[in-house]
């Protein structure tokens, strides 16, 4: 969530607000398992982490069906245009609908139609609004009409129905991250020669696992992207990797700025900077762009051999009012202004437009707001994994 005192100066209640998201974004895992207690494992499957616009099928595509209040029927569109649907579950992935009884679909549409009687949930539009005031935290709508419905813990995935299908060849430009060895060479080297790898992690609660069904303690427990990255890259390369993440949930760039001590002593390899999401509550350009080549500067200075990742953030729900919407785009440019060798931009904020041309906020989102679900998770470390690894290793 956004945090003022890391931004453009607002009140004290927005303060205490930022404040109590961070401290139980951060803490809840803590309070849910025993010391001698292992949490559940999530299971690891490479095809989860295929890049979704790569091959023909795409895997666990996330949707929240919405009903028309009109007609009482409820639909929901994935991406691409299916050729077959090859099973629909729920988030947790426990249970299985049937095709006929739970869903419908026409071949080549990118839509799925619920019968009556259907066992998948689903919400009216107004379902994913409240009265103004009535939610711990005030998330006015953009068109007056109350607030969006938040969403803190995985209330979000709940609603939300997992698609696999395969699809026919890509018929939208999409704005892909293609491989380039000599973007961060260093790293790819050390990845190919199974050589030990060390990556810090800094950035807001996107990065700290906000909303990932790890952080909520329930199936099917995966981790925020952070995590994913030394999992996947384990399984592909057979490397050691080592990850710190220093992620605080409320933060942006200037916090950032002032943990650069912290990313140096931990002697990285790789460091992913992952800002932006708070900053747009009314930072500049300009004074983003700022901030940013700074910490990379403090860093390269100390350790010259290391490499970055530049994350531009997925977008928020257009209908928040407390964001200048029009930054994300201008803080997309400014990171790709800051692209050199070793610098790399993994590039989530065009993703993200082209995801909200054809699918809703709600379908992807963890919160409602301004966090990913476990499908956005994995888009975030599907666009990161895809600088380091050669399409033909995927």
Known sequence: MYDPRHAVPQTIS??????????????LPLSLWAEDDAPPRWEYEPKLLQPFWRGDTVWGESVLFITDERTGQARASVLFPILEVLSVRNSAGNVTFEAGRDYVWEAKSRELVLPP????????PAELRRPAGSQKYRLTHRDGNGEIFFGAKLEYA???TCITYRHGPLTTEWPIPKFDPGALPRTVAKL???EPLSIVVLGDSISAGANSSQLGAAPPYQPAYPELLPIHWQALFGSTIQLHNLSVGGTSTDWGLAQTDKVVALHPDLVILAFGMNDSAGRSADAYRTNIDKMVSQIETALPNAE???????LANRGWVRLQHDLFPQYREALASLRKPGVALADLTSIWTNFLKLRQDWDQSGNGVNHPNDFGHRVYAQVISALLIEPSSQ
Do not use: G
């Open 192 to 194: 190919k020669a199974q």
């Open 308 to 314: 970055f990742i530049l994350v531009a953030t997925m």
């Open 158 to 160: 709940d609603m939300q």
């Open 117 to 124: 009687n259907s066992r998948i949930p689903a919400r009216t």
């Open 14 to 27: 927005w303060r205490l607000v930022a404040c109590l998201v961070a401290i139980t974004m951060m803490r």
